[in-house]
């Protein structure tokens, strides 16, 4: 899970592009980079860090130019000790071209073999993103046929990249001499969307993860890209746009909603924040169905969020709501927090619980999502220090039974708490005195009831059904065995329990 944002402006655009990437932080705290044309030269700077840690003044006066693209990183595939891993990257044939990248793809290894052998491409790194920036340059250079570039080139090499390419991405891409090209994977499974500004000098656009980042900048959102879509904008700001896949259907990932995009953007025609109020209300009805209400004193939110969740729940249930963890800001977000160790030590510096909201009191706990359970057992663990009487969890999504292979770093099932345990099983582990979880069912409608036109998701970790269809019970093994391996390498293997904790 990445964030990108790719502007054509009439002006500098170095400080709006790193102003963007603020506004994604949210999305990956492992690297960062930028990546501007001036003319047909390209300048780039990237390293790893949170975008305020990767940038300098000398770093910023390095990147003229009135359009480029940048990306926050949080590692999936690959390795995030690898520096040369962080985005955006580059090729210089055909054309020259940056790339940015949000996703992950599932056949990237026979890609990769396929680029070598048969293209004449060498990839040097373990990231699927640069294999997909090599798709596209072979791709870009078979449709213009060793001339110049055109439009209908474009979007036919987009069109080819489909074809090849399985699994999920969202894409932003600058072609010197050309323009800031952008798609979206097929099923639409990873979020973009474009926007624009009137200026005095002409229109500026802005292509980017979230509607919150067009906004911020002082953007007016256009719409979301729609899967198998291409928008190219040329170096005269003008943008065109067509679908580039053969069948596409929109299946948007749930977990954007659950947890990863700011509850403030717009994704899909669905707004975060009203998703995850509805989530609260299907799972207050769950929880009165199966916990006795008069034993609950008060609802508590794991900041932030699972706040809309807690808050609606508390309403519906006509039950006191307080806010009894305090979070510490200067915190990252613990689940993309590259590696087990960081998240685990990261816990109790994020969350202080106040004890005067727990003592002697049945504390309901509501978070957004339970993924590996770690960050559970500690909030459990916390509650009862605190002096809670009895604690009870509840989750506004379903549980994690299964690896997520298109971009949410949880690949394994040996991390995931909630495969092959009951319900009553987890619990147990977290300590808790009962745990309820949202009905899969449940959390799709929550969705679907901001936009009915929604049909659709990508529910594979919850259901173990994959979109994209080339997702086996073989595959699932030999991701497994490599992350083991990269793991050991690394520093050590990743253990039974880990984290979802959330905040922004």
């Known amino acids: 899970m990445c964030g990108i944002v790719g502007v054509v402006s009439q002006a500098p655009v170095n400080q709006l592009l790193y102003d963007s990437l603020l506004l994604l932080q949210h999305r990956g705290q492992d690297a960062a980079g930028i990546a501007t044309l001036q003319g047909n030269v390209f300048n780039m700077y990237k390293a790893h860090g949170l975008v305020r840690d990767v940038f300098r003044t000398r770093n910023m006066r390095s990147l003229p130019g009135n359009a480029g693209i940048g990306q926050v990183r949080y590692p999936t595939a690959g390795s995030s000790s690898s520096a040369e891993e962080a985005q955006p990257f580059y090729v210089n044939a055909p054309f020259g071209i940056t790339f940015a990248h949000n996703g992950n793809l599932t056949n990237w290894e026979a890609l990769r073999e396929e680029l070598f052998r048969v293209?004449?491409?060498?990839?040097?790194?373990?990231?699927?993103?640069?294999?997909?920036?090599?798709?596209?340059?072979?791709?870009?250079?078979?449709?213009?046929?060793?001339?110049?570039?055109?439009?209908?080139?474009i979007f036919r090499a987009v069109s080819a990249v489909h074809r090849r390419v399985r699994g999920a991405y969202a894409v932003i891409a600058q072609i010197a001499g050309y323009g800031l090209l952008a798609f979206r994977d097929p099923y639409g499974i990873r979020p973009l969307c474009v926007g624009n500004v009137e200026t005095d000098h002409g229109v500026e656009w802005m292509v980017a993860s979230e509607s919150v980042t067009l906004e911020g900048m002082g953007f007016k959102m256009l719409r979301d890209v729609a899967p198998g879509e291409a928008i190219f904008i040329d170096a005269d700001s003008r943008m065109s746009a067509r679908q580039c896949a053969e069948n596409p259907q929109l299946n948007p990932c749930i977990f954007e909603y659950v947890y990863f995009a700011r509850p403030d953007s717009l994704m899909d025609g669905v707004s975060v924040y009203g998703s995850r109020l509805r989530m609260g209300e299907y799972l207050a009805d769950k929880v009165a169905r199966n916990l006795r209400l008069g034993d609950v004193d008060v609802v508590m939110p794991i900041p932030d969020s699972a706040r809309p969740a807690a808050m609606q729940l508390a309403a519906r249930l006509n039950l006191d709501y307080r806010e009894g963890f305090i979070k510490n800001r200067y915190v990252g977000r613990t689940f993309i927090m590259p590696g087990q160790a960081v998240r685990k030590k990261s816990v109790r510096q994020k969350l202080n619980a106040m004890s005067e909201e727990f003592k002697g009191k049945n504390v309901l706990i509501v978070d957004d999502s339970i993924v590996r359970g770690t960050t559970s057992?500690?909030?459990?663990?916390?509650?009862?220090?605190?002096?809670?009487?009895?604690?009870?969890?509840?989750s506004a999504a379903a549980p994690v039974r299964f690896p997520n292979v298109y971009g949410i770093d949880m690949p394994t099932r040996r991390e995931l708490i909630a495969y092959g345990r009951t319900d009553e099983e987890i619990a147990k582990v977290i300590g808790a005195d009962a745990l309820v979880y949202q009905d899969i069912n449940a959390m799709q409608q929550a969705v679907r009831d901001?936009?009915?036109?929604?049909?659709?998701?990508?529910?594979?970790?919850?259901?173990?059904?994959?979109?994209?269809?080339?997702?086996?019970?073989?595959?699932?093994?030999?991701?497994?065995?490599?992350?083991?391996?990269?793991?050991?390498?690394?520093?050590?293997?990743?253990i039974n329990m880990g984290y979802a904790a959330n905040d922004y």
Request: glycine fraction near 8%; aromatic fraction near 6%; charge should be negative.
């Open 450 to 494: 901001m936009n009915p036109a929604l049909q659709r998701f990508d529910v594979s970790c919850f259901t173990g059904e994959y979109v994209t269809g080339d997702v086996t019970p073989e595959y699932l093994d030999h991701i497994e065995q490599t992350r083991n391996a990269r793991d050991k390498s690394e520093g050590g293997l990743q």
């Open 119 to 153: 293209d004449r491409r060498h990839i040097n790194t373990n990231s699927d993103s640069e294999v997909l920036l090599n798709v596209l340059a072979h791709e870009l250079e078979r449709a213009s046929n060793g001339v110049s570039l055109d439009e209908d080139a």
């Open 377 to 394: 057992g500690e909030i459990v663990e916390m509650a009862r220090a605190a002096g809670a009487n009895k604690v009870f969890f509840a």
